[in-house]
């Protein structure tokens, strides 16, 4: 992936530009399986890639651990 494209975060649901990603590292690695839960949650597709924010990050450290765990991480 070499374009720029804006990241859905898969606790909060938002999509922003202010999350971009130009190579996919800090992305989930099961992009399907996370979408799927995401739909679960959220009731809708995701707009975009998949990741943890920085904000759902701070604000809960464990379940965006767990998170990362469960769906793998492009490092
Ligand atoms: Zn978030």
Redesign the pocket.
Known sequence: MTTETPLT?Y??G?TSEEWITVNMIGLFEDQEAAGKRFEEKHGEEPESYLF??P??DDANPNYAKNCREKYGVYQ
Do not use: A, H, S
């Open positions: 975060c606790v909060c938002r943890v924010c904000n759902c």
